[in-house]
């Protein structure tokens, strides 16, 4: 049983940064594909990025890509997601993922675990 928890959210002006944690816990790391999904308030919970494969490959939806950054540490079971030029539409509850899979999938009910997420919110 894997666990996911998500760490680094918090308030941040348009336009600063933050970085977003998932530490896992329970399984074979680096054989999953680890995914971000995000739920802003009134909102379906969308895609946001991927990292997979041995070779750590990612993959980003459109609306954020040159902004965030995905980076993994096997040795840690940590992945982060560097997020620049924050903009007040990115604001909302980060959910780390994981699929037992080296394959991403953008829909979150091919999500084999979930954490518990963290809030990130952008004021204008």
């Known amino acids: 049983q894997v666990q996911l928890r998500e760490s680094g959210g918090g308030l941040v002006q348009a336009g600063g940064s933050l970085r977003l944690s998932c530490a896992a816990s329970?399984?074979?790391?680096?054989?999953?594909?680890i995914e971000w999904f995000r739920q802003a308030p009134g909102k379906e919970r969308e895609f946001v990025a991927a990292?997979?494969?041995?070779?750590?490959?990612?993959y980003f939806t459109n609306s954020v890509k040159g902004r965030f950054t995905l980076s993994r540490d096997n040795a840690e079971n940590t992945v982060y997601l560097q997020m620049n030029s924050l903009k007040p539409e990115d604001t909302g509850v980060y959910y780390c993922a994981a699929r037992e899979t080296q394959f991403y999938n953008t829909d979150s009910r091919a999500m084999d675990y979930w954490g518990k997420g963290t809030l990130v919110t952008v004021s204008s």
């Open positions: 329970g399984g074979t790391f680096r054989m999953y594909a």
């Open positions: 990292i997979f494969g041995s070779a750590g490959s990612t």
